[in-house]
C-alpha cells in the first residue's frame, strides 16, 4: 500500500462529506418534516408519478441517442484529419459551457413554428393551425436533453479511442476479422467502460435538467411537465417538505440507477480482463 | 500629500455627520422594475429635501412567491412590494419578520395601487377575442404563467374564475368547467411573467396573454403598438399588490423610520402619479381622474367578495390536489 493512504482517505471522505453528503442529508431531513402518509401522498400523486416517467424515460432516451452518436462524434474526431477539426472538437464542448437558459431560449426559438428548424416540422392540429412537433411535447424535451449530455460521451470516450492502437484492428483484420467483427471483438470491449461513463453522466445530467428545458416543454402537468419543474412549482407554494419529498425519489432512483451502472461497468471490466488473459 | 489626505478624511467625517448615507432594500416582483426606478429618484429627493440624507434604495426583482422565499430565507428586505397578501402573510408566518396584522398598518389594506388582468391579443385580433368566453372558443392559444408558481397567474385564474361564476350564477360546477377549457387551450405555462411575456410576445406563441394591466401596457412600448394591442374584458379581478415593512430587518439596519415613509409616500400625490404613469391604477381618485385615458373602464370584483381570503382561495384552487390541479387530470 502507497504510503499516505490513511491521509488522502480520511480528506476524501471529509470532502465528499462537506460538498455532498450534508446537502444530501439535509434533503431528507426537511422531507421529514412530513409524516409517512402526507410523504407517500405527495410521492405518488398524479403528477408526480407522471413527470417521473417523463424525465426518467426521456431522459433515458436521450442518454442512448448521445451513447451511439457521441462514439461516432468520438471516432471522427480521434480517427480522421479533416479542416476545421479542431473547431469541431471545441463546439462540442460549447453545451457543457453555456448557461442552461441561453441554451433554453435558443433551442425554443430554433424549434418554434416559426424557427429556423422548426419551420420544417410542423404538423396541422385538430383546429387547422399549423405547430411544431417539437413544441410543448415530449420530443421538444428530448432535443434540449440530447444537447446538453452529447459532450459527456464524447469527452470519455475520446481518450480511451486515442490510445487504441490502430494495429491492433490491423492484426484483426490478417487474421481474417471482417470489419463489424473488428469492431465488435476488439474496439468496443475496450471502449465499453467509457461508454458506461459518458452514458452515466449525461443520464444524471439529463435528470436534473431544467434551465433548458422549461422554455420549449410547455410544462403542462400530466404531458411535459418534468419533475425538477414539479419541485420548483411545491417551492412556490411554500411547500418544502412536498418538495423535498419529490426531491428524495429523485435522489434515490438517480443513485439505484448509477450504482447499477457501475456495477455493469465493473463488471464488464473484469469479465473483458478475463477475456483477454 | 499626508496633510492632504488628513483634510480629505476630516472632510468626509464632517460630511458624514451631517448627512447620512442611507441604503433600502425594495425585494419586489417582475413587472415593477420601471416603475420602481422611477420613484426611488422622486422618493431619494424628497427625502434629501426633508432631512438632509442621501437615499439609495436598491431593488430586487423576480416572481413575487421566489421573492417572498428569498426574504424567509434570509434577503435582508427593508421594505415588500409583492404581487399578493398571500406571499407577505407567508414572511409573517413562516420567518416571523413581521406581525401577522401588517396589512392593516397602512390605508387601503396596505395597496397604494392596484391593477388587473387585461388580454394581449395580436394586431388586428386576428382570433376576435373580446373577453372572457372568446378564449375558450375551440383552437385559441391562451399564453399564462402557471398559478402555482406565479402571482400575475393566480390574479388571471382568479379573473377567469370570476368571470365564470358571475356569468353563471354563481354556480361553481359551470365555473369549474369554464376553467377547465381554458386552460385546456394553454399550450405553455412559464413559471412567472415575463417569461410569459417572452413566450407570447419574443417567440410568437399563441394568440392571447392573459396579462397585468401594467405588463401588458410595458410590451406596447417595448415591442411597439404594431404588433400587438390590448383588449380589455367586459369584467376582470380587483388585483392588489401590497407593500410592507419588514420590521426585524429594518430595526437591525436602523433604517425602520425611512422605511416606512418610503411607503407612505407611495400614497403621496407625486408616488400616486408615478404609479399611474406606469400603468398602475392609483387610489387617488383625483389622479385617477387625471390619467382616466391610461386606463378603460371595466367592472373590477374583489378577491374578498368571490373567494373569502386568499387562504382560502390558495387552499380549493392552488394546493396539491385542488382545483387547478383536477383540471389536468385525465378525464373518465
Known sequence: MLPGFKLTLGFTLFYLGLIVLIPLAAVFWKSSSLSWAEFWQTVTMPQAMASYRLTFGVSLGAALVNLVFGLIVAWVLVRYEFFGKKLVDALVDLPFALPTAVAGITLASLYSKNGWIGQFFTYTDEHHEVQSIFFSSRLGIFVALTFIGLPFIVRTVQPILEDIDPELEEAASSLGANRWQVFHRVILPMLTPALLTGFALAFARALGEYGSVIFI?????????????????????????????????????????LLSINVLQWWTNRHNTHNLA | MKTFLKILLAVGITVSAQAKDVTLLNVSYDPTRELYTEYNAAFAKYWKGKTGDDVTVNQSHGGSGKQAQGVINGLE????????????????SQAKLLPADWQSRLPNDSTPYTSTIVFLVRKGNPKNIKDWDDLTQKGVKIVVPNPKSSGGARWAYLAAYAYALETYGHDDAKAKDYITKLYKNVPILDSGARGSTITFAKNGIGDVLLAWENEAHLVLKEFGTNNFEIVTPTISILAEPPVAVVDKNAKHHHTTEVAAEYLKYLYSDEGQEIAAK???????????????????????????????????????????????????????
Not at chain 2, 428586505?77 to 409573517?92: E, H, N, Q, R, S
Open chain 2, 278 to 332: 406606469n400603468f398602475y391604477r392609483p387610489r387617488n381618485q383625483a389622479i385617477a381622474t387625471k390619467y382616466a385615458a391610461n386606463f378603460t373602464q371595466l367592472k373590477l370584483v374583489t378577491l374578498d367578495q368571490e373567494f373569502g381570503s386568499w387562504a382560502k382561495a390558495q387552499k380549493t384552487h392552488f394546493a396539491d390536489g385542488g382545483v387547478f390541479d383536477q383540471i389536468f387530470q385525465p378525464q373518465n
Open chain 1, 217 to 257: 416543454a410547455g410544462n403542462i402537468p400530466m404531458k411535459t411537465q418534468i419533475t425538477p419543474v414539479l419541485i420548483m412549482q411545491e417551492l412556490d407554494m411554500y411547500e418544502y417538505g412536498r418538495a423535498t419529498a419529490i426531491a428524495v425519489v429523485m435522489l434515490v432512483v438517480s443513485f439505484v440507477l
Open chain 2, 77 to 92: 428586505a427593508d421594505v415588500v412590494t409583492l404581487a399578493l397578501a398571500y406571499d407577505i402573510d407567508a414572511i409573517a
